[in-house]
């Protein structure tokens, strides 16, 4: 048999309705990926900085974990750690609080007086809050960007010293 020149509609409409349906789906799923992406970027934002400020904090009461060098203390109306070493004879105090919307760090000599302020911030975190409890666990509470409170409990094998206030002048 021999073919005329002219071809069926098929032969042209399948293909291109093929091509169609391929060029759709390719596109749901690129929206349905950016979606995602969009809401997993958006978890991470919200928890980066109270895992960290919680990551921070663990790792330097790891690093203080001994009898007599983990205390809470009020400072300016937050409660605190201080967190004591002795180099070579003279002591040092290392405070890590919140102050405002951030958790910061100071360290200062045996007899100098103890504050915090955004100028000693470690990392933006909103609602820092420090407290013991059983006298071995330290737990930590902030709220993440979306408001939802997140919590972390610590435990301290040396036990965690007496609080006491501190005020600054």
């Not at 060098?69 to 290392?94: K, P, R």
């Not at 509470?141 to 609080?163: L, Y």
């Amino acid at each position: 048999m021999k073919k005329s020149g002219r071809g069926h509609s098929v032969d042209f409409l399948f293909p291109l309705s093929l091509f169609g349906i391929f060029a759709v789906c390719a596109l749901f799923l690129i929206v349905i990926g950016a979606g995602v992406y969009e809401r997993l970027e958006k978890n991470m934002e919200d928890t980066y900085a109270v895992s960290t400020a919680f990551s921070y904090v663990t790792e330097k009461l790891r690093q203080h974990d001994a009898r007599g060098q983990i205390s809470l203390i009020t400072v300016d109306g937050s409660t605190a750690l201080l967190l004591t070493d002795d180099i070579n004879g003279a002591v040092y105090h290392t405070c890590i609080g919140p102050s405002g919307d951030y958790l910061c760090e100071g360290v200062f000599s045996e007899d100098a007086d103890i504050t915090l302020s955004p100028a000693d911030a470690v990392i933006e975190v909103r609602d820092f809050t420090i407290s013991a409890e059983d006298d071995d666990f330290i737990i930590l509470s902030a709220a993440d960007a979306s408001g939802s409170r997140r919590t972390c409990r610590i435990w301290v094998k040396t036990g965690i010293q007496q609080h006491k206030e501190v005020t600054s002048q």
